[in-house]
């Protein structure tokens, strides 16, 4: 978010258990881990601007409905339902297509401004004044509680994807990331 710059490394090769091709949301009675599938699986030996989504699965109708039935009572998901659904009805081909499109659309909706920059020339190692979060398997901040559908049931839940907190919490997502 405070960045001024935000670059995309596709040259880098496919990592598995990263949040590459999958988001955390809550449910009922935990949280659930959606998936994008992959052709050849999790078992890529491919640069990232290589990696194809396998879309005989319907995984974006799969991904949409489980999103309205979690967030369907959450106080903002009214106003992101229109503009978000679009992005379950866009095909796409490439992993990163998906993930750029998903990071448009989060910037988009929280009025952010950095530039958003891709790369197809992978770098070991990037100068000491970069922020490499390129193997960050799961979050290390301690993330500011809010609003959740399901905390009175299940306790607040960490790392949930940002659809969570702005189906919570609306533009005061923000605040909350900032805060």
Known sequence: MNANIVVLDAGEHFEK???RNRYRISGA???????VPLINGRNQHVQMKDVRIHNEEA????HWRTLV???????YF????DSLKTLFETQFEYLVDVNLAAL???MQQMNLKFEIQQTDVYLK???ADVKDLRNKKKSTNVFPKYYQVF????????????LDLLFSEGMGALDKLTG
């Not at 995984?59 to 799969?62: E, I, L, M």
């Open 69 to 75: 039935s979690v967030y369907n009572r959450a106080p």
């Open 78 to 81: 009214e106003h992101y339902q």
């Open 29 to 35: 009675n935990n949280s659930i881990l959606l998936s």
């Open 104 to 106: 448009q659309w989060v």
């Open 125 to 127: 190692e990037y100068p």
């Open 59 to 62: 995984w974006q109708t799969r």
């Open 17 to 19: 258990m990263t949040y």
């Open 151 to 162: 905390e009175d049931r299940i306790g607040f839940q960490p790392d949930l994807s940002i």
